[in-house]
């Protein structure tokens, strides 16, 4: 049971464009919405996250927006960089954390 | 603080043979989690732990036991390995009074 769906499974973005990863869930009852990021060889690491009370949190070159009725979040890098190459995963989860269901990642490539 | 720590880095099994995932945080963190990782499956839970001596099932358990003796220490247990059970195994644990899940940096397990 698949509850939190991710896509694209792979993106290649040319250096200084826009990298967009889109994400599904199911469960209205997650209140929390991260997006972890894994460089290979390493594990996730917290990238940024947002409750479902704000519409889009941005921190950097890297934004979420978040849509509740639609039940859809999404990552957006600006000015992708070489450097941003990495697996992306999005979750969802509930007060407390320890209970997340990750997607199954987005493999981003950015070309120099 | 040395963060979240797994033993071994990597792991060759035979099919049955037993074995332990170590995992440590010096965190004084309250929740710990056993995720496994598989191409296009995501980070999927298997055990995770509230606190010392309390453990509950996650998503994929089965083949896997854990205990909580102490609040630094969450090992894994593979009593009999499989092939099926061929992964990389990621610790991680969480502040109470926290979202963010900090990784160890996993650990390659494969079984023959």
């Known amino acids: 049971q698949q509850q939190v769906k991710q896509s694209p499974q792979s993106l290649i973005v040319q250096k200084g464009g826009i990298s967009i990863i889109n994400c599904a869930y199911e469960?209205?009852?997650?209140?929390?919405f991260p997006w972890y990021q894994q460089f290979p060889g390493k594990g996730p690491a917290l990238l940024i996250a947002?409750?479902?009370?704000?519409s889009e949190k941005k921190e950097g070159r890297f934004t979420i927006s978040f849509n509740k009725s639609a039940k859809q979040f999404s990552l957006h890098i600006m000015d992708s960089q070489p450097g941003d190459s990495a697996t992306y995963f999005c979750?969802?989860?509930?007060?407390?954390?320890?209970?997340?269901?990750f997607g199954a990642g987005t493999r981003l490539f950015v070309k120099a | 603080n040395a963060g979240v720590t797994q033993t071994p880095k990597f792991q060759v099994l035979k099919t049955g043979q037993s074995m332990t995932l170590q995992c440590a945080q010096d965190?004084?963190?309250?929740?710990m989690s056993w995720y496994r990782q598989d191409p296009g499956m995501g980070l999927r839970l298997i055990h995770y732990?509230?606190?010392?001596?309390?453990?509950d099932q996650g998503e994929v358990p089965n083949g896997y036991n854990v205990s909580r003796s102490t609040t630094e220490d969450f090992p894994l247990r593979l009593l009999s390995a499989a092939p099926s059970q061929t992964s990389v195994y990621f610790c991680?644990?969480?502040?109470?009074?926290?979202?963010?899940?900090?990784f160890g940096p996993g650990t390659r397990l494969t079984v023959t």
């Open positions: 979750a969802a989860g509930y007060t407390g954390g320890f209970k997340t269901i």
């Open positions: 469960n209205t009852a997650f209140d929390y």
């Open positions: 947002i409750r479902p009370d704000v």
């Open positions: 965190m004084n963190h309250e929740y």
């Open positions: 732990s509230v606190g010392a001596g309390i453990t």
């Open positions: 991680a644990s969480l502040s109470g009074q926290g979202y963010e899940q900090y």
